[in-house]
């Protein structure tokens, strides 16, 4: 139990750190290419925010979320999702008062969902997060899909479908949610038990069900396509035009209703082509009534999530392997007791000069550093002690091709960083 991490979460541990170091400086420069900027929120908020934000007949909010009192009686959970957080700040710090509009990413947030844990679902991930407020134009969830693929391909992943829909405003919603509703009443013993209460709640939500027999019957239901708005109608046609000049292949699928409550308009998700039986990559859409809900401006904004835990697993599944940073270039070995204080100065010289160097804290014998230096993938080994040392000098083994040479101690930092 205590050497174990709780059920659905798991350890970055530290040989897998350049894993995600390289997704995050992907992640980082694509976002930084379209003017994003970072923002951090904290790990918990007020339960209130994602009560109000994310909605309170979601499964997030009725099912998942981690909830306590804390110390101060005050009723607290840790963040389910990105938006709401990234919502609370951008009107807390004023934001909507600046030139909009105001784009930010958030980068390995944690998120917590209380799921049944497995393959791809857990109860701890990490999000990477673009929230853009201030935009009205399609040429914003455009603009994220872009970005979103541009960093995927970055990272070499293939055979992704880009899934959209629009799932309309509050002008053209109602008379949606009427039809559907007609046409699931007239079927409501054939739903499954979770849909037949989404049919009072959220009946949006039984078009998104994985249960075979609401897949088929939902097959047949009204689409909202057919019952947007003008406004929305326009909205969805020019993305769609967006993504096409662009030459990014997508799919309109009528089925996307996203499981959480603030979108409007469009929602998107990109999938691992093996089509829509497995799980979404990325997810996220228009939210233009958030801010306004959530007590702010009315602020158009739209905006995606993307778990990294799900792009490693994708990479696995893809046998792609991202190259490994070089763990040390210089290793320092010491012959013995009077050798460790020189290696020592040796070794932190050469990391002021930028080199990745090395040396023996665990007190090994000459043969067990040069197996660890080994090990480390050390591209040179410094002997420093014995008759060497002696004559105020160490010797450099170049460990690739066994050649050595005798290096004046006094010089061997400055002159070993310009061998590298
Ligand atoms: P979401 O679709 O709930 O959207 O989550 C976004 C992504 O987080 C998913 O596509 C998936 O990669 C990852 N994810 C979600 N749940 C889990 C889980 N249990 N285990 C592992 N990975 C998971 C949102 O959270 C929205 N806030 C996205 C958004 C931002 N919409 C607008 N702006």
Redo the contacts with the bound molecule.
């Keep these: 139990m205590l050497t174990q991490a709780p059920k ?1 979460t798991r350890d970055m541990l530290p040989q897998d750190a350049y894993i995600w170091q390289t997704i995050e400086a992907v992640m980082r420069r694509r976002a930084a290419l379209a003017g994003f900027r970072e923002v951090r929120t904290p790990v918990f908020e007020h339960t209130e925010l994602f009560l109000r934000g ?1 909605g309170d007949t979601t499964d ?1 909010v009725q099912k998942e979320m981690y909830t306590f009192k804390d110390k101060g009686d005050r009723s607290i959970t840790l963040k ?5 957080g ?1 919502v609370r700040a951008f009107l807390e710090g004023k934001l909507f008062a600046d030139a909009l509009p105001c784009k930010m990413y958030y980068l390995n947030t944690p ?1 917590f ?1 209380y ?1 049944k ?1 497995q393959a ?8 990477f ?3 853009c407020f201030g935009g009205k134009s399609p040429a914003v969830e455009a603009e994220l899909i872009s970005t979103l693929l541009g960093i995927l391909g970055d990272l070499g992943l293939k055979g992704l479908s880009v899934n959209i829909n629009s799932i309309g405003c509050p002008n053209c919603r109602p008379r949606y949610h009427a039809a559907l509703k007609e046409y699931l009443g007239g079927h409501l013993n054939e739903l499954c038990e979770d849909c037949r209460e989404r049919f009072d709640r959220n009946p949006l939500r039984v078009l998104d069900c994985k249960v075979p027999t609401c897949k088929a019957l939902v097959q047949d239901a009204p689409s909202m396509l057919d019952m947007l708005c003008e406004d929305c109608r326009e909205h969805f046609q020019q993305l769609q035009n967006l993504l096409s000049a662009k030459g990014i292949p997508y799919e309109v699928d009528t089925h996307i209703v ?3 409550d ?2 409007t308009k469009t929602v998107f ?2 999938m691992v082509s093996r089509g829509r039986e497995g ?9 233009d009534g958030l801010v306004e809900q959530l007590g702010g401006p009315a602020t158009p ?11 490693i697993m994708e990479l696995e599944n893809q046998g792609i392997t991202l190259p490994m940073p070089p763990l040390c270039d210089v290793y320092v070995a010491n012959l013995g007791e009077e050798a460790r204080q020189p290696a020592f100065l040796l070794c932190q010289h050469l990391r002021e000069l930028g080199v990745r160097a090395e040396e023996d804290v665990c007190g090994r014998s000459l043969k067990a550093q040069f197996k660890y230096a080994d090990k480390i993938a050390a591209r040179y080994i410094v002997l420093v002690g014995g008759d060497e040392l002696a004559r105020g000098v160490v010797k450099v083994r170049d460990l690739s091709t066994r050649e050595e040479q005798e290096i004046a101690l006094e010089d061997a930092a400055r002159e070993i960083a310009v061998l590298l």
């Excluded at 799980?279 to 939210?287: E, H, K, V």
């Excluded at 904004?301 to 792009?311: D, H, L, N, V, W």
């Design positions: 659905g994310v997030i389910p999702e990105g938006t709401a990234a998120v969902r799921e844990p791809g679902r857990l109860r701890e991930h990490h999000q997060g673009m929230e996203r499981g959480l603030y979108y998700e990109i799980l979404a990559l990325c997810g996220g859409g228009r939210y904004a739209a905006g995606f999530g993307i778990g990294t835990e799900r792009i």
